[in-house]
């Protein structure tokens, strides 16, 4: 995954995103993964901050957002939830599933390019965060 410059985009995760994600990837049913390795990676180059101080345009876990697929022109609506939680019908993509590692941390704006399961290319533009947990004050989610 890289951002439209070449270089991975800056993320955002907050403390508590950040915990909880890396107690899941401590699993050993995860431990060999190839998306929960991809996390583990994108974690690693994250910037953490406390879940009060996350601007409110970021893409944190539970965050229903909507993005565009800029090489096919389609547009999609997203809620990012741990794997337990995904529901494909209902648009609540799993961390694990390629798009929701890519979309973590992101912010309105930013763009993201990965190879989808099959091999095709997109390009993922965030294009708004109706919702996210931090700025609604919702810190138990």
């Known amino acids: 995954m890289t951002s439209h410059s070449g270089l991975p985009p800056s993320i955002i ?19 060999r993964h190839p998306a929960a390795v991809a ?12 879940p009060e101080e996350i601007p409110a345009g970021i893409v944190t876990m539970h965050s229903r957002v909507d993005c565009i697929d ?5 547009k999609h609506s997203l809620t ?9 019908d209902k648009g609540h993509v799993s961390i694990l599933a390629p798009v929701g590692s890519a979309l973590l941390g992101l912010s309105v704006g930013q763009t993201i390019d990965w190879t989808a399961p099959g091999g095709r290319q997109l390009r993922l533009r ?16």
């Open 126 to 141: 965030v294009t708004a965060v109706h919702y996210q947990p931090e700025a609604a004050g919702d810190l138990n989610r």
């Open 39 to 50: 996390l583990s990676l994108e974690l690693e180059r994250a910037q953490v901050l406390p």
């Open 80 to 88: 990012l939830v741990y794997p337990h939680e995904a529901d494909f």
């Open 13 to 31: 995760v907050s403390s508590r995103d950040l915990a909880r994600l890396e107690a899941m990837l401590d699993s050993p049913a995860l431990s």
């Open 70 to 74: 800029e090489l096919h022109d389609e």
